[in-house]
């Protein structure tokens, strides 16, 4: 444990008893609604057309384009393999293969998909999508200029043809697959995306969601915002610990000050929170089995309980600002829409093997997010309205 390790200083954890931790509130509570007004009879841009501009802008903008690129596909591969393509070649077909999968298409669609086959199998990765995230994030923080302090969470049921014998009907969604949980800016922009179990909530997964957007915002990540299933003791103490992170929502039972005991504990075991903070930090899979059970002992100290403590000081000093929360959080649903509307051949029902759920789910996150680009550099949005617009844009051209 370095200095830098430690998250939480003794000084953090006094003003969270006192009650006088400084939460600013965020600049996207008291912003307008960033949802604009549809645009009829406005002329259709077909997506090819969004994925070869945008592709030409995110290299601009990020001149390590193919090396990062190279480097992940080396390392995936175990440097048993090197690019066999040429930057703009690879380019080219790497688009191609992001506009396939984020629209849920079949390989017999049409001609021009039969040779993506080999290319989505060797080069399309979850590292490569979330290096692909990286760079589009960068792109549009450089053409705004806008920083992001908060982000929304939520999840959708995913129906799924692949069906498993031990598979269960999810109680909320009523679908028998997998659930995607997602995060957006308030601005609608999509900074997380993957598959999992139906039955899993936000709450277990919330070191995957803050880690990765983390990488896309940086320290400009303050806030977490969700609905009650996603603001959890456990969660809410797991994501201070993590980046120093501020879960909030609607919470029906909202957590009173924890005891002398519990208070007591904290102080006496703050460097054991830190290197807990330093774990989920390194590999998230620790945050996931952490948040998924009642007791985790180190040393003979139960580490839930004292992130349970944490998380409650954490939200009773939050409730203390009472931040009206309830239309910045359905906000998230309007995104829902959009990435339903990305995938709707077939209903949305995902055809594809378990390992290449994830690669689906984030190639739509990438379209949108590469809409919404394209909507800013044309201007064709409204300032502070989301640029996520897909009512301007042809997905599918018939033959």
Same mark, same amino acid.
């Given at each position: 444990m370095t200095d830098k390790d430690e998250m939480i200083t003794k000084e953090d954890l006094e003003m969270l008893i006192n009650g006088a931790y400084p939460i600013e509130t965020p600049l996207e509570i008291t912003q307008s609604s960033p949802l604009g007004d549809e645009r009829e009879n406005e002329k259709k841009i077909p997506l090819l057309e969004v994925l070869e501009e945008v592709s030409t802008l995110v290299v601009r903008h990020n001149p390590e384009w193919f090396e990062t690129h190279r480097e992940v596909f080396k390392r995936m591969s175990e440097h048993m393999f090197s690019m066999e393509y040429d930057e703009s070649k690879f380019r080219e077909r790497f688009y191609q293969a992001i506009g396939f999968l984020g629209r849920n298409l079949r390989y017999n669609d049409s001609p021009a998909f039969h040779g993506l086959q080999y290319f989505i199998q060797r080069y399309v990765s979850d590292a490569s999508l979330d290096l692909e995230f990286r760079h589009l994030w960068k792109t549009y923080r450089d053409i705004t200029g806008l920083k992001t302090s908060l982000i929304l969470i939520d999840s959708m049921?995913?129906? %799924? !043809?692949?069906?498993?014998l031990f598979a269960k009907i999810h109680g909320r969604y009523r679908t028998i697959g997998f659930s995607d949980i997602r995060a957006v800016s308030s601005m609608l922009i999509p900074v997380f995306s993957s598959?999992?179990?139906?039955?899993?909530?936000?709450a277990i997964?919330?070191?995957d969601i803050i880690n990765h957007a983390y990488d896309l915002i940086g320290n400009d990540l303050k806030f977490c915002a969700g609905n009650s299933h996603t603001? %959890? !003791?456990v969660a809410a103490g797991l994501a201070f610990v993590?980046?120093?992170v501020i879960l909030m929502g609607r919470n029906p039972y909202p957590p009173d000050k924890p005891g002398k005991i519990c208070i007591?504990?904290?102080?006496?075991?703050?460097?054991l929170l830190n290197k807990v903070g330093k774990l989920v930090r390194e590999d998230g899979t620790y945050g996931r089995l952490i948040g998924s059970r009642k007791h985790v002992f180190v040393e003979g100290?139960?580490?839930c309980n004292l992130l349970r403590d944490t998380g409650k000081?954490?939200?009773?000093n939050e409730g203390q600002k009472n931040f009206q929360l309830d239309d910045l959080i359905q906000l998230v649903e309007t995104s829902n829409r959009q990435k339903r509307l990305v995938r709707i051949v077939e209903r949305g029902v995902t055809r594809v093997y378990e390992p290449n759920v994830s690669l689906m789910l984030k190639t739509s996150e990438l379209i949108l997010l590469m809409v919404g680009i394209m909507n800013i550099q044309r201007k064709r949005v409204e300032w502070q309205m989301s640029p996520i617009s897909m009512e301007n844009i042809a997905l599918y051209i018939p033959a």
């Open positions: 049921g995913i129906d %799924s !043809r692949r069906k498993s598959n999992y179990r139906s039955t899993d909530s936000e997964n919330i070191v603001v %959890s !003791r993590d980046r120093k007591r504990r904290l102080r006496e075991n703050l460097d100290v139960n580490v000081l954490v939200l009773w």
